[in-house]
C-alpha cells in the first residue's frame, strides 16, 4: 500500500517535473516559447482592446454629465446633521475641565473647521438679506456671509477654549450641504438634552434660527466660498456634576421639507451626541 | 464430500451441454476458468459459506426420506402451525434486496458533497466575523450571522433538492421492481390452499403450472411433461425437461430439481406442464438467492460524468480557494483587518462557487433521463445518462436485443430452388414465387403437420402478435402459413386428423394423416416434417414443379447443397414430405394406429425444405451502423452456436459484408488457420471453449487487434471476463443482460444494460438502464441522447462559470482600489439562485450542433467536461467582458448621482464609518451614512442588472460551440427563451417589487440602466460570433486549440 503511493507520489513529482519543463518538446508549463508568446500576445492584443474599450465607454458615459450638478439628487431629498469636533470613533466626547490636554483635540478640531469662517476668510463674501432665500440666475455665483459672531459663546472669539476649560463644552452642529435644497418655513435646530438633571443646553445663534439666505446652494464648482449655515451647542455642566455624562439631540424644525423622523437613517435631520465631563 | 458438491459457477452447465457432451463427468475442469475469475468476486470466508450451503443432496433421496427430512407429507402437506414456526425461523421466501444505503446517510452526503463543504467554510466565517465584532462592540449588526445562515440555508436547499431528486429517480426504478405479488398453491393441513408465495416454508407440498414462476427451489415430486426455462438462471432459453427422476450427481444438473425464479413453460408434448414438488430451500438460500448476493459484491464503479463533475468542482474550488486565501493575503498586507480581510475571503468564496450549478446539473441529467425513458431507455442512476454516451465499446446479447427473439421462416427450398422469405416483424412482404404446385403441396405439410395453435380470443391482434401454444419452430410455421394462406384451423378443419406421431429426439420427425377435402378422391394424406437428412431417407421421389420425379443421385446432390447453404446461415432447417395413401389400401374407414404403425413410413415423396432462424430486429443493422460512425465498437456476446451468431452478426454488420475472419480466410486460400496472417483478419469468431482457455493477455490482443468480435457459445460469466478485457483497454463497456447469471457483468460494466422485457429482477437491479423494449437500436438512441447532455452541460457549465468573474471581480477591485462595494454577498446569491437557474437548465434542451453520432466516443481521461478552453474562455474572456460591462452600469450609476469614479478611488474606508454622515460627493453635496448605504443598494443593483443583461449574451452565445447562431437557429429552442423571459421578470421582481425590503438590498433602478450593458452584451456575441468563425475556418489551428472548447 505505501509502496504503490510512494511510487504515485514519485511518478507525479516526475509529472511535475516534465510539466514545469519537458525537454524533448521544449514545453515549459505545457506549452513551448512560441506558443507562449503567442499567447501573450494574444491576451496583450485582447486586453489592450478591452481597456480602450472600457475607457471609451466610461469617457462616453462622463460626457452625459454635468460638471456644475449632478444628474440625480433623489437620493438625497434632505439633509443630515453632522455634529463638530469630527467624532474619532463614535459620537462621544470625552474632556475634563482640569485637564486642558483631554480637550486640546477638540478645540484644534473647531479651530480647524472654524477657519474660513473667520472675517479674514469672509471679507470677499456678500452680505445677503435676511429671512429669505438667496437664489441667483448665474453666471457667476455669490457667497453670503456667516458672521461668525452669531455663535456668540462658541464663536471662539472671546472664549479660545470654546467653553472646555469652564465644563461648558461647545459642539458645533451643521447641516449637510446639498445643492438645489430650498427649505421651506423657518428652519431652526433644535437640541434636547436627554438627562433630566442636566436640562442646560444653550444654543446659538438665538433659538437655532438658520437663515433662508444660504439657500439654495448651486455645488462647489458654482459657489465657490460657500460656507454653511452653523448652530452651536452649548452644554453646562455645574462646577459639582462632575463625572457626568449627557446626551444631546438635535432636530430640524420648523421646517416641512426637511425630514426628522426616519426610522432607518439616525442622522437624517438629526443628531445625538454623548459628552462626558470627568473631573 | 466435495467432489459431490460443485461450485455455484457451474450452473451454466446446462446451457452447455451438447458441445461438451465428452467431458460432462468433470464438472469442475470445464468451468475452471470461470471459477477462479468468479472467487476473485468475493471473500473467502463467504465461499466456503456458499459450499456448506449448497451441499445439497435432496436430489438423491426418495420421497420418504424427504419426507422424513423436512418432516413433511407429501398428500397432507405441512400443518399450518408448523409452517408458522418454519416461517419464523427461515424469515419470508423473497430475496433480501441489496444493501440500501440508510437515507440519512444519502441526505447528509448531499450536505457535504461537492461546493457544499466551501459554503459551510463560508457560513463559520460568518460567524466567526461576527464573534470577533461582537466581542469589540456588543451592538454589533447581526449583517453577518444573517449572511451565515443564508449560505447554510443555501447549501440545505441544493441539499435537499439534489437528494429529492435523486429519490424521485430512485422511485421511478422501485415502483418498477413492485411486482404483483406472486401466489403460490400449497398442499397444507392437507388442503390446497393459495398462499403468497412469500410465506412458503422449506416441506411445503407445492404446485405448479406451465406458465407459473417456480415459487422456490423445489425437488420434484411429480410432473407432466414439464419443462422448464432456466434463463432467468443461466441465460439459456433452451427449454429443460423435469421430472422426478435423480439424474445426476451435481444437483444443478439433475432433472429432479427446479430453481426459484425460473419459469415452468408449458410443454409442447401435454397441453399444461405441472409440477409438483417440496419446497427445499426459500428466500436467500435458493440458487439465485446465492448469485443475487454475489452481484452485489462487485463494487460499483464510479460513473463517468460523477468523476468529470468532481473533477470540475476541484478546479473551481481550487481556483476559489486559492484566489481567497491570496487575496486574504493580500488584504491583510495592506493593512485591513483580519475582520475586514475574513469578510472578503467569504465574498470571493461566494463568489466564485456556483451555488446553483450542481443542482442545475441533477434538473438537466433528469431531464434527459426522462427524454430516453420516453425512447424505452429507463434509466436508474442519473449519471448513467451520459455513461452512456461515452460508451466506446458495447457488449450485446443476441436474442432479444439483437434479434426479434421469435424464430421465423427464413427461407425456403423447393423446385430446387431457394426462396427467401421475408422475416421483417411484421411478415407484410413475402414475394416468393407461389404459383409453383409444390408450394401447394409444401403449403399442405406446413399447416398439417403441425401442432401449434393460436391462443383462443385474439381475433383483432396481428397475426405475427398473437399468443401461440407450441414450441418456437412450430409457432414459427404457424404464423407463416396463416400469414400466406389466411385461416390455418379451417384449413386443418377441413383436413381432420386422424392420427399422429409427435416429435421426439430418437425419431426426429413428426408425423400426421390426415382426411382430405379433395372432393375427387378420398385419400388420406399422409404429411411427415422433421430433420431434413432423416426426411430424405424416408423418400424415394421428390416434387419438382408439382410433379413426383424419381430421387436419384444428381438430385440428392441438389438437396445436399441447399441443405448446406441452409444450414451455413446459421438457420434450423426442416425437411417436408408427404404421401397420399392409396384409396383401396386405406378406405375411409381405415383405422390407423401409432403404435403398430399400420402405415407406411417410407418411400415418400420429399417436397421441400424450410428454415428458420431468429432472424434480427429490422431497426438493429441501421443502429449498427450508427454505432460504427460514432466510433462505438458492437461486440457481440451470445450462448449461441458460433455459426448462428456468425450469421446473425453478419446480418446486423456487426461483422461487415466484407470482413473475414481468420477461419474464413483460411478456407477461401484453402489453407490451415495457423498459416493465416492474423493481421489480414478483421473479424474474430471467439467461442466460450476458446475463451476458457485464454489469458488475459490474449483476450486482450483479440479485443484490441480485432475490429469485429463475436463471443459465441459463452456463458453469462465469462460475460464478466469479456467486460473485464474491454475495461482493460481503456474503453467505456456497456453491457446488455437479463439472466440473474449476468448481474456480475451488468454490475462490472461502466454501464450495465438490463433487459426490461426478458430481463430478470437481478439483472436489473445490478443494471444501471433497463431497456424496457429490449431493442438494441433504443441503447443508440440513448448513446446520441448521453452524448448530447454531455456536450449541453458543458455549455452550461461554460454559462455559470462565466458571471463568476463579474462576481468576483468587485471584490478584488474593492479590495484593491477601495471602491464602494459593487455587488453584494446576497445579491450574487440572487444571480446564482435567481435569475441564472431556470436558463443554464435550458441549454440541456438545445439540439445537437452537427451529427454528434459521427464523431468518435470521448475519450474518458482526455475530453474533459471542462477542460482547460472551457475555463479559461468563460473566466478571462467573458467572464472579464462581463465584469466590465457591470462595472459600467455601476460606475454610471454613482456618477449620476453626485459620485465620479475617481472621486471612488480608495472612498471605502471613509464611505463605511458609520459615524461620518457628512461624506462629500464631487459636487459638493454631504451624504449620511444611511442615504450611502442606500446608494451602495443601487450599485448592487446596477450591477445586477448589468451582470442579468450580459448573462442574456453569454446564454445565447453558449447555444453553439462551434457553429454561428444563425446557424444553430435563434428561436429553435423554445426554452432558452423562457430562460431570458425568467431572467428579466426576475431581475425586474428583485428590483422593483422587493426593493423596499431592506434585508435583500435591492432598490428600484431607473429603467434606462438597464440598456447600459446592452453594448457589452452586444460585444461578447460578437465576440463569440467571430471566435465560432475562425474555429470554423481554420480548424486545427493554433486558435482552434486555444479557443475551442
Known amino acids: 500500500m505505501t509502496k504503490n503511493e510512494e511510487k504515485s507520489l514519485n511518478q507525479s513529482l516526475a509529472e511535475w517535473k516534465l510539466f514545469t519543463y519537458n525537454p524533448t518538446t521544449g514545453e515549459f508549463l505545457g506549452r513551448t516559447a512560441k506558443s507562449w508568446g503567442l499567447i501573450l500576445l494574444f491576451y496583450l492584443v485582447f486586453y489592450g482592446f478591452l481597456a480602450a474599450l472600457f475607457s471609451f465607454t466610461m469617457w462616453v458615459m462622463l460626457q452625459t454629465l454635468n460638471d456644475e450638478v449632478p444628474k440625480y439628487r433623489d437620493q438625497i431629498p434632505s439633509p443630515g446633521l453632522m455634529v463638530f469636533p469630527k467624532p474619532v470613533t463614535a459620537l462621544e466626547y470625552t474632556f475634563s475641565r482640569s485637564d486642558p490636554t483631554s480637550y486640546a483635540g477638540y478645540i484644534e478640531d473647531l479651530k480647524k473647521f472654524l477657519k474660513p469662517y473667520t472675517l479674514e476668510e469672509q471679507k470677499n463674501l456678500t452680505v445677503c438679506p435676511d429671512g429669505a432665500l438667496f437664489e441667483q440666475k448665474g453666471p457667476v455665483y455669490v457667497a453670503c456671509q456667516f458672521p461668525i459672531s452669531l455663535l456668540q459663546a462658541c464663536s471662539g472669539m472671546n472664549d479660545p477654549d470654546f467653553g472646555y476649560s469652564q465644563g461648558n463644552p461647545c459642539i458645533l452642529v451643521k447641516m449637510n450641504r446639498i445643492i438645489g435644497l430650498k427649505p421651506e418655513g423657518v428652519p431652526r435646530i433644535d437640541c434636547v438634552s436627554k438627562n433630566e438633571d442636566i436640562p442646560n443646553v444653550a444654543v446659538y445663534p438665538h433659538n437655532g434660527m438658520i437663515d433662508l439666505k444660504y439657500f439654495p446652494y448651486y455645488g462647489k464648482k458654482l459657489h465657490v466660498g460657500y460656507l454653511q449655515p452653523l448652530v452651536a451647542v452649548q452644554v453646562s455642566f455645574a462646577p459639582n456634576n462632575t463625572g457626568k455624562e449627557v446626551t444631546v439631540e438635535c432636530k430640524i424644525d420648523g421646517s416641512a421639507n426637511l425630514k426628522s423622523q426616519d426610522d432607518r437613517d439616525k442622522f437624517l435631520g438629526r443628531v445625538m451626541f454623548k459628552i462626558t465631563a470627568r473631573a | 464430500m466435495h467432489q459431490k458438491t460443485p461450485e455455484i459457477y457451474s450452473v451454466e452447465l446446462s446451457g452447455t451441454k451438447d458441445i461438451v457432451k465428452t467431458d460432462k463427468g468433470d464438472g469442475k475442469e470445464k468451468y475452471r476458468g470461470l471459477k477462479n475469475n468468479c472467487l476473485e468476486l468475493k471473500k473467502k470466508n463467504h465461499k466456503e459459506e456458499f459450499q456448506k450451503e449448497l451441499h445439497l443432496d435432496d436430489h438423491k433421496l426418495s420421497n420418504r426420506e424427504l419426507e422424513e427430512k423436512y418432516g413433511t407429507d407429501i398428500i397432507m402437506g405441512l400443518s399450518s402451525t408448523r409452517a ?642 474491454c475495461q482493460r483497454q481503456d474503453a467505456v463497456v456497456a453491457v446488455t443482460g437479463d439472466g440473474v447469471n449476468d448481474s456480475p457483468a451488468l454490475k462490472k460494466a461502466d454501464i450495465g444494460i438490463a433487459m426490461g422485457i426478458a430481463g430478470s429482477d437481478a439483472a436489473k437491479n445490478a443494471a444501471d438502464m433497463v431497456l424496457l423494449d429490449d431493442n438494441f437500436a433504443s441503447i443508440v438512441t440513448g448513446v446520441e441522447e448521453g452524448r448530447l447532455i454531455f456536450d449541453n452541460l458543458k455549455k452550461t457549465i461554460a454559462y455559470t462559470l462565466t458571471k463568476n468573474i463579474a462576481e468576483l471581480c468587485p471584490f478584488l477591485i474593492y479590495i484593491i482600489v477601495g471602491l464602494p462595494l459593487p455587488i453584494g454577498t446576497i445579491t450574487i446569491l440572487f444571480i446564482d439562485l435567481g435569475t441564472d437557474i431556470i436558463p443554464s437548465i435550458a441549454l440541456a434542451y438545445e439540439k445537437a450542433e452537427s451529427d454528434i453520432m459521427n464523431r468518435k466516443p470521448r475519450h474518458k481521461n482526455k475530453d474533459r467536461l471542462v477542460n482547460q478552453p472551457l475555463a479559461v474562455y468563460s473566466y478571462l474572456h467573458i467572464g472579464l467582458m462581463q465584469a466590465l460591462g457591470a462595472f459600467l452600469v455601476y460606475f454610471t450609476v454613482y456618477a449620476q448621482e453626485g459620485f465620479l469614479p475617481r472621486t471612488l478611488i480608495n472612498l471605502r474606508v471613509e464611505w463605511e464609518k458609520d459615524y461620518v454622515n457628512d461624506l462629500e460627493d464631487s459636487y459638493g453635496q454631504e451624504w449620511t451614512r444611511y442615504q450611502r448605504e442606500y446608494l451602495e443598494w443601487t450599485g448592487y443593483t446596477a450591477f445586477f442588472v448589468g451582470i442579468l443583461v450580459q448573462q442574456i449574451a453569454d446564454l445565447i452565445i453558449r447555444k453553439t460551440r462551434r457553429n454561428s447562431i444563425f446557424q444553430q437557429g435563434l428561436f429553435r429552442n423554445k426554452v432558452i427563451w423562457v430562460g431570458i423571459t425568467s431572467q428579466i421578470i426576475i431581475g425586474l421582481i428583485l428590483s422593483y417589487g422587493l426593493g423596499s425590503v431592506t434585508a435583500l438590498s435591492f432598490t428600484m433602478l431607473r429603467a434606462q440602466y438597464w440598456f447600459v450593458a446592452v453594448p457589452h452584451a452586444i460585444l461578447i456575441w460578437a465576440y463569440d460570433e467571430v471566435r465560432k468563425l475562425f474555429i470554423r475556418l481554420y480548424p486545427g489551428s493554433w486558435w482552434d486549440k486555444n479557443m475551442y472548447y
Open chain 2, 84 to 725: 408458522a414456526e418454519l416461517l419464523a425461523r427461515d424469515g419470508p421466501n423473497s430475496l433480501t434486496p441489496p444493501k440500501q444505503t440508510p437515507e440519512i446517510v444519502k441526505f447528509l452526503k448531499q450536505m457535504v458533497g461537492g461546493f457544499s463543504i466551501l459554503l459551510w467554510v463560508g457560513a463559520f466565517l460568518c460567524w466567526i466575523a461576527y464573534g470577533i465584532q461582537y466581542s469589540s462592540d456588543k451592538s454589533a449588526s447581526l449583517n453577518n450571522v444573517y449572511l451565515g445562515c443564508v449560505l447554510g440555508l443555501v447549501v440545505i436547499l441544493t441539499g435537499i433538492f439534489a437528494y429529492y431528486q435523486e429519490a424521485k429517480s430512485t422511485n421511478i426504478m422501485s415502483s418498477f421492481n413492485k411486482m404483483i405479488p406472486q401466489q403460490a398453491l400449497v398442499i397444507r393441513d392437507s388442503e390446497k390452499k393459495t398462499i403468497p408465495s412469500e410465506q412458503l416454508v422449506v416441506g411445503d407440498i407445492v404446485e405448479v403450472k406451465g406458465g407459473d414462476q417456480i415459487p422456490a427451489d423445489i425437488r420434484v415430486l411429480s410432473s407432466q411433461g414439464c419443462r422448464v426455462d432456466n434463463s432467468s438462471l443461466t441465460g439459456e432459453s433452451e427449454p429443460q425437461p423435469r421430472s422426478s427422476e435423480f439424474t445426476h450427481e451435481n444437483p444443478l444438473e439433475t432433472k429432479n430439481i427446479c430453481f426459484y425464479s425460473t419459469t415452468c413453460l408449458e410443454a409442447s408434448t401435454s397441453p399444461v406442464g405441472t409440477v409438483t414438488g417440496m419446497v427445499i430451500n426459500t428466500g436467500d438460500r435458493t440458487i439465485i438467492g446465492h448469485i443475487a448476493s454475489l452481484a452485489s459484491g462487485v463494487g460499483n464503479e464510479k460513473t463517468p460524468i460523477a468523476i468529470e463533475i468532481e473533477h470540475f468542482v476541484h478546479i473551481v474550488a481550487g481556483v476559489a480557494v486559492s484566489i481567497g486565501i491570496l487575496f486574504f493575503i493580500i488584504a491583510v498586507s495592506l493593512k485591513y483587518q483580519v475582520l475586514d480581510s475574513i469578510i472578503f475571503l467569504i465574498g470571493i468564496i461566494v463568489a466564485n462557487v456556483p451555488e446553483g450549478l450542481l443542482a442545475t446539473v441533477t434538473v438537466t441529467l433528469s431531464l434527459t433521463a426522462k427524454r430516453m425513458a420516453k425512447k424505452n431507455c429507463l434509466v436508474k442512476n442519473l449519471e448513467a445518462v451520459e455513461t452512456l454516451g461515452s460508451t466506446s465499446i458495447i457488449c450485446s446479447d443476441k436474442t432479444g436485443t439483437l434479434t426479434q427473439n421469435r424464430m421465423t421462416v427464413a427461407h425456403l427450398w423447393f423446385d430446387n430452388q431457394i426462396f427467401v422469405a421475408d422475416t421483417s416483424e411484421d411478415h407484410s412482404n413475402q414475394v416468393f414465387d407461389q404459383s409453383s404446385r409444390t408450394w401447394a403441396s409444401l403449403s399442405k405439410i406446413i399447416t398439417l403437420c403441425n401442432r401449434a395453435e393460436f391462443k383462443p380470443g385474439q381475433e383483432n391482434v396481428p397475426i405475427m402478435k398473437k399468443a401461440v401454444i407450441g414450441d418456437a419452430s412450430e409457432t414459427a410455421l404457424l404464423k407463416f402459413s396463416e400469414v400466406i394462406l389466411g385461416d390455418v384451423m379451417e384449413i386443418r378443419k377441413r383436413n381432420r386428423k386422424v392420427a399422429e406421431i409427435p416429435f421426439n429426439s430418437t425419431n426426429k420427425f413428426q408425423l400426421s394423416i390426415h382426411e382430405t377435402d379433395d372432393p375427387h378422391g378420398k385419400r388420406f394424406l399422409m404429411v411427415m416434417k422433421g430433420a431434413p437428412e432423416r426426411i430424405l431417407e424416408k423418400c424415394s421421389t421428390i416434387m419438382i414443379n408439382g410433379e413426383e420425379h424419381p430421387l436419384d443421385k444428381s438430385t440428392a446432390k441438389t438437396f445436399h447443397t441447399a441443405y448446406m447453404e441452409l444450414g451455413g446461415l446459421g438457420e434450423r432447417v426442416l425437411g417436408f414430405c408427404h404421401l397420399y395413401l392409396p384409396a383401396d389400401e386405406f378406405p375411409e374407414t381405415y383405422s390407423f394406429d401409432i403404435d403398430a404403425m399400420n402405415f407406411p413410413t417410407s418411400n415418400l415423396c420429399f417436397v421441400g425444405l424450410l428454415s428458420m432462424i431468429d432472424p434480427p430486429r429490422s431497426t438493429v443493422p441501421d443502429a449498427v451502423t450508427k454505432c460504427r460512425s460514432a466510433g462505438i465498437k458492437v461486440i457481440m456476446v451470445t450462448g449461441d452456436h458460433p455459426i448462428t451468431a456468425k450469421a446473425i452478426a453478419k446480418s446486423v454488420g456487426i461483422i461487415s459484408a466484407n470482413s473475414e475472419t481468420v477461419e474464413d480466410i483460411a478456407h477461401r486460400l484453402n489453407i490451415a488457420v495457423e498459416q493465416v496472417n492474423k493481421r489480414d483478419a478483421k473479424a474474430a469468431v471467439v467461442t466460450g471453449m476458446e475463451l476458457k482457455d485464454m489469458s488475459s493477455e490474449q483476450l486482450d490482443e483479440i479485443l484490441a487487434n480485432y475490429q469485429e468480435i463475436v463471443f459465441a457459445r459463452t456463458s453469462p460469466q465469462q460475460k464478466l471476463i469479456i467486460v473485464e478485457g
